[in-house]
């Protein structure tokens, strides 16, 4: 995939969380990685940003998806990127980002991580990367 100069890109899973599926921990550690230049950050699968009819971006948390006694533990600050939802259903959240100056010909590695505890019925469709708006 060709990468136009001068922009900046942002890497986007897409997944759904299956109706029995389970995220255990609050928060997974996502990173972005192109010609050594690291992006790093903590999203939160188990809640969703969406603008309100006031036109304030407004938190929710799936709770179906969260175990009671964990969900006293997820405090959503502004730090924690949360996920939107598409016009088709599915779910995005941004997982990094990277500037590309001159053009590169290097492979962009993107993670995330759960290393506290499993998680099940998590549905990924893949992964975009497109300019950041």
């Not at 959503?76 to 939802?85: E, W």
Request: charged share 25%.
């Amino acid at each position: 995939m060709m990468l136009s100069e001068n922009l900046t890109y942002a890497a986007y899973m897409v997944f759904k969380l299956a109706d029995n599926g389970f995220v255990n921990s609050p928060f997974q550690d996502a990173s972005v990685s192109v010609a050594g230049s690291d992006s790093t950050q903590q999203v939160c699968l188990q809640s969703y940003m969406e603008v309100g009819d006031d036109g304030v971006p407004q938190k929710h948390i799936l709770t179906s998806h969260i175990p009671v006694d964990h969900h006293h533990e997820v405090p959503l600050t502004d730090d924690i990127v949360l996920p939107r939802r598409r016009a088709d259903g599915w779910m995005e959240v941004e997982l990094g980002e990277f500037y590309n100056e001159e053009g590169f010909d290097d492979v962009v590695s993107v993670s995330l991580m759960e290393t506290r505890t499993w998680t099940y019925g998590l549905v990924v469709w893949g992964i975009e990367i497109r300019v950041k708006k």
